[in-house]
C-alpha cells in the first residue's frame, strides 16, 4: 500500500467521521431548535392564556367597582331625597294654621306630664303664640302651672320646657326626629 492510498483513506476515513459528525451536530442542534420552540410556543400560549385570564378579571373588577358606585350613587340619592321629605315636614309643622300649631303645642305640653316650669319658645313663636300657649296650658287644668320664659331657644319651632335644671325638648325638630325613625320606611316606600 502505497501512502497515497493510506492518505487517501485518512482522508476519507477523516471525511466521514467529520460527515457524521456535521450530522450529528446538526441533528443535536435540530433537537434542542425543535424543543425551545415548542417551549416557546408553549410559554407564549401560557402567557396569553394568562393575559386573556387577567384582562377577564380586570373587566370583573372595573365591572364590580362601576355597580358598587352606582348603588352609592343611588343610596345617597335616596338619603337625599329622604331627608329633604323630613325637612319639608318640618317646614311644614313650623308654618301650619295658628290654632293648630297652638293646639298642637298645648297638647305636646300636657303629654309631658310636668305640672310646672316655664316654656321657651323661638323668638318668632314667643311674641306671636307663647303667651297663648301658656294661657290654654294653665287653662286645661288646674293643677298645671307654667310661665312664658324671658329666654329663647333656637329652633323652627316647638318648646323646652324647663323645669329647675330639667329640661324637656319639644322642638319641632325633636319632634320629626322621634319619629323619624319609625316612619323611614314608609317614606321611602312612598318615594320608591
Known amino acids: 500500500m502505497s501512502i497515497e492510498t493510506i492518505t487517501e483513506k485518512i482522508q476519507k476515513a477523516a471525511g466521514e467521521e467529520a460527515a457524521a459528525l456535521i450530522a450529528k ?5 435540530d433537537d434542542i431548535l425543535g424543543k425551545a420552540s415548542k417551549q416557546a ?10 393575559a386573556a385570564q387577567d384582562g377577564i378579571l380586570f373587566k370583573e373588577r372595573k365591572v364590580s367597582v362601576a ?5 352609592k350613587l343611588e343610596l345617597a340619592t335616596k338619603q337625599t331625597a ?22 298642637l303645642l298645648v297638647k305636646a305640653v300636657s303629654e309631658a306630664g310636668v ?6 319658645f323661638n323668638s318668632k313663636d314667643r311674641g306671636s303664640i307663647g303667651q297663648k300657649v301658656v294661657d290654654e296650658v294653665n287653662g286645661n287644668d288646674d293643677k298645671v302651672k307654667v310661665t312664658l320664659s324671658e329666654d329663647t331657644i333656637d329652633a323652627k319651632g316647638g318648646f323646652v320646657l324647663r323645669k329647675g335644671s330639667m329640661e324637656i325638648n319639644a322642638t319641632l325638630e325633636t319632634m320629626v326626629n322621634a319619629v323619624k325613625e319609625a316612619v323611614t320606611p314608609e317614606v321611602v316606600e312612598a318615594l320608591f
Open 25 to 29: 451536530a446538526q441533528a443535536e442542534r
Open 41 to 50: 410556543d408553549a410559554i407564549r400560549k401560557e402567557m396569553e392564556k394568562k
Open 67 to 71: 355597580e358598587l358606585e352606582a348603588r
Open 82 to 103: 329622604i331627608s329633604r321629605s323630613f325637612a319639608l315636614a318640618l317646614e311644614q309643622l313650623s308654618s301650619m294654621d295658628q290654632n293648630a300649631y297652638v293646639a
Open 115 to 120: 305640672n310646672d316650669g316655664e316654656l321657651l
